[in-house]
T-cell receptor
Framework: EDQVTQSPEALRLQEGESSSLNCSYT??????LFWYRQDPGKGPEFLFT???AGEEKEKERLKATLTKKESFLHITAPKPEDSATYLC??????????????FGGGTRLMVKP | DAGVIQSPRHEVTEMGQEVTLRCKPI?????LFWYRQTMMRGLELLIY????????DSGMPEDRFSAKMPNASFSTLKIQPSEPRDSAVYFC???????????FGQGTRLTVV
């Protein structure tokens, strides 16, 4: 069974204070690892897909990296508008069953001005 | 494209009543997922369809829950009879299948009193 664990559960940062969110996973045959952002009252919004260890993706102040056991979401010089819950999900296995996404519990990020 | 469309956005019902949630996936997507989100359990996958066929329904809590996908552009999740512990936000998501990202709707907030 695929498992995803995110840490910390909550993170408070001052504006401009860089940090990283962690996503540890156990999956049989990783097909993809996904990062999402969720704002209160809204559905998760897709950010990045990573497919293999060593891969990195960047978007504005966010950078996602992947190893064989975990992924990090690095936030550089965050702004208050980066405050949200960040979710990590994995796809693993074979065939159609491998299309399912298993989510972690998320990290709630709060950036204070 | 308007994205994944869910209705209703909010539903308040009395215990024992039947509840039907609706979802229109993104045109051209062949994978559809129903998730339930609560503070305690996070995002849980309820059921996954591929090409309108249910592939995995192991996340459906019990026989009170049922889901259908009569065609590529419509799916329903039904709860009968509803119970207070079913109160949650229910999300529908769709994807192109394979190791690709899923796009989420805005969710239906269900309250059973």
């Amino acid at each position: 069974e695929d498992q995803v664990t995110q840490s910390p559960e909550a993170l408070r940062l001052q504006e401009g204070e860089s940090s990283s969110l962690n996503c540890s996973y156990t999956v049989s045959g990783l097909r993809g690892l996904f990062w999402y952002r969720q704002d209160p009252g809204k559905g998760p919004e897709f950010l990045f897909t990573l497919y293999s260890a060593g891969e990195e993706k960047e978007k504005e102040r966010l950078k996602a990296t992947l190893t064989k056991k975990e992924s990090f979401l690095h936030i550089t010089a965050p702004k208050p508008e980066d405050s949200a819950t960040y979710l990590c999900a994995v796809q693993g296995g074979e065939g159609n069953a491998g299309n399912m996404l298993t989510f972690g519990g998320g990290t709630r990020l709060m950036v204070k001005p | 494209d308007a994205g994944v469309i869910q209705s209703p956005r909010h539903e308040v019902t009395e215990m024992g009543q039947e509840v039907t949630l609706r979802c229109k996936p993104i045109s051209g997507h062949n994978s559809l997922f129903w998730y339930r989100q609560t503070m305690m359990r996070g995002l849980e996958l309820l059921i996954y369809f591929n090409n309108n066929v249910p592939i995995d329904d192991s996340g459906m809590p019990e026989d009170r829950f049922s889901a259908k996908m009569p065609n590529a552009s419509f799916s329903t999740l039904k709860i009968q009879p509803s119970e207070p512990r079913d109160s949650a936000v229910y999300f529908c998501a769709s994807s192109l299948g394979g190791p690709t990202e899923a796009f989420f709707g805005q969710g239906t907030r269900l309250t059973v009193v």
